[in-house]
C-alpha cells in the first residue's frame, strides 16, 4: 500500500534551517509529482512547493519562494525540503503528498513532520 | 492570486444533509477537489474532479461545481462525518499553483 513517511521536523531558532525528507514506498515513486504542504496549528491547508515526476519542474509558493528549496532523489525513493533563514510564520505540520495526476487531486498524504520555528 | 472561501462552519443533526460551499470566481471552468480532516490526523481525498469518488468513500458523499460555487454533499450525516472539509483547485495563472479554501468546520449536532 502506499506510504509517505516524513522525517526531520523539530525545534528551530529563528533565522535557522531544517531539512525535510519524505521516504516513499508502495507505488513507482519516479511516476509521480509530489508536493509539499504544510498546516500551522489550528490554521488550514497552506501549499508550500511542488516538484514534477522528473525534478524538471518545480513551483514555489510566495511565502517560501527563495528560502526553501524542493527535491527528489527517485533513486532513493524521497523527497525532500531544504528550509533556511527559518520564520516563526514557517511553524506549522509539513505534509508529504502525492498528485494523483497533474494538475489533479492530492490522493496521498504522509502523517506530517512538526517544525517549530522559536528563540 | 485565485480565492476559495468556504463558510467557517456548518452544523447539522444526524441523518439530515450537510452542504459545504466553495466559492470562487468562476470555479466552474475549474476541476474541484475536497478534503476530509479530522483533529490530529492527516487530509483524506473525499470528492475529485468535482464529483467523483475515490474508493472506500461512502455514496452518501457528492460533489458539484457551477459558476462560482463548488457544493460538497454530505447526505445522512452521521456523527463519524464530523471533521474540517476543504475545497482545493489547481490554478495555473495563480502565484500559488494549488490552492485550498480556508477550511469548514463540518458539526454534527
Known amino acids: 500500500q502506499v506510504q509517505l513517511v516524513e522525517s526531520g521536523g523539530g525545534l528551530v531558532k529563528p533565522g535557522g534551517s531544517l531539512r525535510l525528507s519524505c521516504a516513499a514506498s508502495?507505488?513507482?515513486?519516479?511516476?509521480?509529482?509530489m508536493s509539499w504542504i504544510r498546516q500551522a496549528p489550528g490554521k488550514g491547508l497552506e501549499w508550500v512547493s511542488y516538484i514534477s515526476s522528473s525534478g524538471s519542474t518545480i513551483y514555489y509558493a510566495d511565502s517560501v519562494k527563495g528560502r526553501f528549496t524542493i527535491s527528489r532523489d527517485n533513486a532513493k525513493n524521497s523527497l525532500y525540503l531544504q528550509m533556511n533563514s527559518l520564520r516563526a510564520e514557517d511553524t506549522a505540520v509539513y505534509y508529504c503528498?502525492?498528485?494523483?495526476?497533474?494538475?489533479?487531486?492530492?490522493?496521498?498524504w504522509g502523517q506530517g513532520t512538526l517544525v517549530t520555528v522559536s528563540s | 492570486s485565485y480565492v476559495l472561501t468556504q463558510p467557517p462552519s456548518v452544523s447539522v443533526a444526524p441523518g439530515k444533509t450537510a452542504r459545504i460551499t466553495c466559492g470562487g470566481n468562476n470555479i466552474g471552468s475549474k476541476s474541484v477537489h475536497w478534503y476530509q480532516q479530522k483533529p490530529g490526523q492527516a487530509p483524506v481525498l473525499v470528492i475529485y474532479?468535482?464529483?467523483d469518488r475515490p474508493s472506500g468513500i461512502p455514496e452518501r458523499f457528492s460533489g458539484s461545481n457551477s459558476g462560482n460555487t463548488a457544493t460538497l454533499t454530505i447526505s445522512r450525516v452521521e456523527a463519524g462525518d464530523e471533521a474540517d472539509y476543504y475545497c482545493q483547485v489547481w490554478d495555473s495563472s495563480s502565484d500559488s499553483y494549488v490552492v485550498f479554501g480556508g477550511g469548514t468546520k463540518l458539526t454534527v449536532l
Open positions: 508502495g507505488f513507482t515513486f519516479s511516476d509521480y509529482y
Open positions: 474532479y468535482d464529483s
Open positions: 503528498a502525492r498528485e494523483a495526476s497533474s494538475p489533479g487531486p492530492i490522493d496521498y
